[in-house]
């Protein structure tokens, strides 16, 4: 009779931990896809109680929401914001701006926050930021900036099509 719990127990010890194994795998399958085109069903009232796997599952379409929204490609509309920046920027002469500036001068943006907006120091101009830092960029990442279509912006290495709208002060 022992002989027999015993195996029941080895056997449903299996069948939990490969079940968590694939539910596991499952999960990450589904974060390595690309982002889908089509826009998140409306998330159900946050009033109703979830067990903790959905929550976990709610808060992990959350972020990935948040990233997805974070990438203009993904989003025409939110490519229209960036056309043009708030605010007036000095402009960078041609000569130094290739002394300095675009994809092959790289470097991390130190930011700081001067009179409630974040702001950082390259090249001998100070920049303020009109976007909003985006979720997944590392304060510490290789940046450089670029001029598209009379504006600036500011490009991370490591996210290629996600770019930061910036204005050039004094």
């Known amino acids: 009779m022992r002989a027999l719990r015993f195996l029941s127990l080895v056997i449903l010890s299996i069948l939990v931990g490969s079940s968590a194994l694939v ?5 990450k399958q589904q974060e390595d896809k690309p982002p889908r085109q089509e826009e998140p069903n409306p998330q159900p009232k946050q009033d109703e109680a979830k067990p903790p796997a959905q929550e976990k599952q ?3 379409q959350e ?3 948040s990233r997805d929204q974070a990438k203009p490609q993904d989003h025409p509309e939110q490519q229209a914001d960036h056309a043009r920046p708030a605010g007036k920027s000095v402009r960078i002469p041609d ?3 290739r002394a300095h500036f675009g994809h092959s001068h790289t470097f ?3 930011t700081v926050i001067v009179s409630g ?3 950082f120091q390259y ?3 100070n920049f303020t930021l009109v976007d909003a830092w985006p979720v997944g960029w590392a304060y510490t ?3 450089y900036i670029d001029y598209i279509d009379g504006e600036y912006f500011l490009f991370d290495l490591l996210h290629p099509g996600v770019r930061i709208a910036i204005v050039v002060v004094l």
Not at 23 to 27: F, M, P, T
Request: hydrophobic share 15%.
């Open 123 to 125: 090249g001998g101009y």
């Open 141 to 143: 990442d290789n940046c």
């Open 95 to 97: 000569d130094k701006f």
């Open 108 to 110: 991390t943006a130190k």
């Open 58 to 60: 709610a808060q992990k």
């Open 63 to 65: 972020q990935r929401d």
């Open 117 to 119: 907006r974040p702001q």
């Open 23 to 27: 539910y596991a795998q499952d999960d």
